[in-house]
């Protein structure tokens, strides 16, 4: 948490510059405000996230809801008083960071609620600075955050299969670094190579960029050599293909979409004096 407030206090101070003019001359008083939530649908998130920055801020702050709670309606979710230059100086980076996080939340179960089988997993394309922010909502909206940085999990891509030659070197040489502990995925765009990684003993086989019906033959194959081999479908991953991906012998879904397609979330700050 404390690298999550160093975060938003980098955001607030480039917001701030050398100071906020219109606020300063109140810098001795004190304000109460609401927190108003302006879209109706939406699934909360960052609201512990909020609650510890404003904590940090000298502000106090008293919410309605809760992560990962459902909103069907609009209306005031929280409410915070302290030091009014603080309070205006913090508004547009806590309105900013709960709009960011309510978007992936909401979209990350409105995926989650097109599956039986498989669990929604997010990936590593999330918006420069805010990808820890992203992931959490994600566990909010119900999904998978997939790893948080790359020491994560071993993912062997394209590019590393061209540089080591192989699915089988590059399983190989990985297996020598690592600690016992840590998965190995390779990710795969045929049926040829997904027998290899799992001959070669991979933990986790990304299906990526291939159609469901490749899916659902190459996945099977794989349940039937080591049903303990985790099968991850990835590329191409939409709200609204999403479901075709969706077969017993599929674990993890995992889409792009979750973390960079916009739900616009609307929350305002409204000083009540």
Same mark, same amino acid.
């Given at each position: 948490?404390?690298?999550?407030? *160093?975060?938003?206090?980098?955001?607030?101070?480039?917001?701030?510059?050398?100071?906020?003019?219109?606020?300063? @001359? !109140?810098?001795?008083?004190?304000?109460? #405000?609401?927190?108003?939530?302006?879209?109706?649908?939406? %699934?909360?998130?960052?609201?512990?996230?909020?609650?510890?920055?404003?904590?940090?801020?000298?502000?106090?702050?008293?919410?309605?809801?809760?992560?990962? &709670?459902?909103? &069907? =309606?609009?209306?005031?979710?929280?409410?915070?008083?302290?030091?009014?230059?603080?309070?205006?100086?913090?508004? =547009?980076?806590?309105?900013?960071? !709960?709009? /960011?996080?309510?978007?992936?939340?909401?979209?990350?179960?409105?995926?989650?609620?097109?599956?039986?089988?498989?669990?929604?997993? #997010?990936?590593?394309?999330?918006?420069?600075?805010?990808?820890?922010?992203?992931?959490? #909502?994600?566990?909010?909206?119900?999904?998978?955050?997939?790893?948080? *940085?790359?020491?994560?999990?071993?993912?062997?891509? *394209?590019?590393? !299969?061209?540089?080591?030659?192989?699915?089988?070197?590059?399983?190989?040489?990985?297996?020598?670094?690592? @600690?016992?502990?840590?998965?190995?995925?390779?990710? %795969?765009?045929?049926?040829?190579?997904?027998?290899?990684?799992?001959?070669?003993?991979?933990?986790?086989?990304?299906?990526?960029?291939?159609? @469901?019906?490749?899916?659902? *033959?190459?996945?099977? =194959?794989?349940?039937?050599?080591?049903?303990? /081999?985790?099968? &991850?479908?990835?590329?191409?991953?939409?709200?609204?293909?999403?479901?075709?991906?969706?077969?017993?012998?599929?674990?993890?879904?995992?889409?792009?979409?979750?973390?960079?397609?916009?739900?616009?979330?609307?929350?305002?700050?409204?000083?009540?004096?």
């Amino acid at each position: 948490m404390e690298k999550i407030f *160093d975060l938003l206090m980098s955001f607030v101070k480039e917001d701030e510059g050398k100071l906020d003019l219109a606020s300063f @001359p !109140l810098r001795n008083t004190t304000a109460s #405000a609401h927190l108003l939530l302006k879209t109706e649908n939406v %699934v909360a998130s960052g609201i512990e996230v909020s609650q510890i920055f404003l904590e940090k801020m000298g502000l106090l702050s008293k919410f309605h809801v809760e992560d990962g &709670e459902y909103l &069907e =309606r609009t209306g005031v979710i929280g409410e915070i008083e302290g030091n009014t230059y603080k309070l205006l100086v913090a508004e =547009r980076t806590l309105l900013n960071v !709960l709009s /960011v996080m309510f978007s992936v939340a909401t979209t990350t179960r409105r995926f989650a609620e097109k599956l039986k089988h498989a669990k929604i997993a #997010a990936t590593r394309k999330t918006l420069p600075g805010l990808g820890i922010l992203q992931k959490i #909502a994600v566990i909010h909206g119900g999904g998978d955050p997939h790893r948080f *940085d790359l020491s994560g999990c071993v993912m062997i891509k *394209d590019n590393h !299969l061209k540089m080591y030659g192989s699915v089988e070197r590059a399983v190989q040489e990985v297996k020598k670094i690592i @600690p016992f502990t840590t998965r190995i995925e390779v990710e %795969v765009e045929n049926l040829e190579d997904a027998l290899k990684a799992v001959e070669a003993g991979a933990d986790i086989v990304m299906l990526d960029n291939l159609s @469901p019906e490749e899916v659902k *033959d190459i996945s099977r =194959r794989i349940k039937d050599i080591n049903p303990n /081999v985790i099968v &991850e479908v990835s590329g191409g991953i939409t709200e609204e293909n999403v479901s075709l991906y969706d077969f017993e012998t599929v674990d993890v879904i995992s889409s792009s979409r979750l973390t960079l397609q916009e739900v616009f979330v609307d929350l305002s700050l409204e000083i009540q004096r």
